[in-house]
C-alpha cells in the first residue's frame, strides 16, 4: 500500500507531495508550506499505530488510518487523539466498498430478521493474516446497524464443524484465502425462495491507495475528530 500510494503521489505533484518514502507520510501542497505535513497516512501494523498517532498529534496533523486488526484499546487511543485532530479510519478506502457498506445497511434495514438470513464472505490472497478482514467486520457491523444493533443481530462464529442449526437474526461472517486475490467481498441476503447477493471485486490495490489520497485531500481540510470513508464520499446510509 505504501508504494501503491507514493506512485499516486508521484503522479499528482500539483495536489500532493510525499515527505517520507519509508513511512507514506503525505503533505497537500494546497494548504502547507514546504515544511509543513498536513497528514499522515497509516498502512501499517498494529504495534506502530500508537507511535503515529503520537506523531500525528505532535505535529497537528490530519492522520488516515488503514491499518487493521487493532484491538479495542486502541480504537480508545484513536477516540483520544481524535479530540485533537482529525482521524479517518477505515478498513477500506475502496469507493466500490463504501457504497456497498451503505447498500448493506439499507438492504438489512428492510429486510425482515425473521425471514431473512445474512452471510459475509470474504477471499484474499495467501498471504494476509488476520481473517476475517477488517472489510468483512466493516460489512458486518453496517448490516448490524441497519437491523438495530449488534445485540439484535449477532455475528455467528466460523460454523465448520457446527453441529448447531443456524440461529434466526445472526449474521455469518467467513474467510478464505488463496492465491493472489487483492480483496473480494460478498453479502447473500436469502429469504423465504428467494435471495439476494451483492458483491465487490478488487482488481487491483491501487483502488485503496486512491481512496486514502482522497481521504487524505479530505481530512485536510476538516476539524478534529473522528471520521470515516462515508464521510468522506459525503454518503449516510440511513437516508
Not at 58 to 68: E, F, K, N, P, S
Request: aromatic share 4%; hydrophobic share 40%; charged share 20%.
Amino acid at each position: 500500500m505504501g508504494k501503491a500510494i507514493e506512485t499516486l503521489v508521484s503522479a499528482s505533484p500539483d495536489a500532493f507531495s510525499l515527505k517520507s518514502r519509508q513511512s507514506a507520510q503525505v503533505e497537500s501542497t494546497e494548504t502547507s508550506d514546504a515544511d509543513a505535513v498536513d497528514v499522515w497516512v497509516d498502512f501499517t501494523v498494529p504495534e506502530t499505530l500508537d507511535h503515529h498517532l503520537e506523531i500525528a498529534r505532535r505535529d497537528r496533523a490530519a492522520l488516515v488510518i488503514g491499518t487493521t486488526g487493532l484491538s479495542d484499546i486502541q480504537q480508545k487511543g484513536i477516540d483520544a487523539a481524535a479530540r485533537d485532530i482529525p482521524i479517518v479510519q477505515s478498513y477500506n478506502m475502496s469507493v466500490g466498498i463504501n457504497l456497498l457498506q451503505a447498500v448493506a445497511q439499507q438492504l438489512a434495514a428492510t429486510l425482515s430478521a425473521d425471514e431473512w438470513d445474512i452471510e459475509v464472505l470474504e477471499r484474499h490472497h495467501r498471504h494476509k493474516i488476520d481473517a476475517p478482514s477488517g472489510t468483512a467486520y466493516l460489512l458486518a457491523k453496517a448490516l448490524q446497524k441497519g437491523r438495530g444493533g449488534e445485540e439484535v443481530s449477532p455475528l455467528a462464529p466460523p460454523r465448520s464443524g457446527s453441529q448447531t442449526p443456524r440461529q434466526s437474526g445472526e449474521i455469518g461472517i467467513a474467510a478464505q484465502r488463496g492465491g493472489s486475490i487483492a480483496g473480494d467481498h460478498s453479502i447473500l441476503f436469502a429469504g423465504p425462495n428467494e435471495t439476494i447477493e451483492i458483491m465487490h471485486h478488487a482488481a487491483d490495490r491501487a483502488i485503496f491507495a486512491h481512496g486514502a489520497l482522497r481521504a487524505a485531500a479530505w481530512a485536510a481540510q476538516q476539524p478534529a475528530g473522528r471520521y470515516t470513508m462515508l464521510d468522506v464520499l459525503g454518503i449516510d446510509p440511513a437516508a
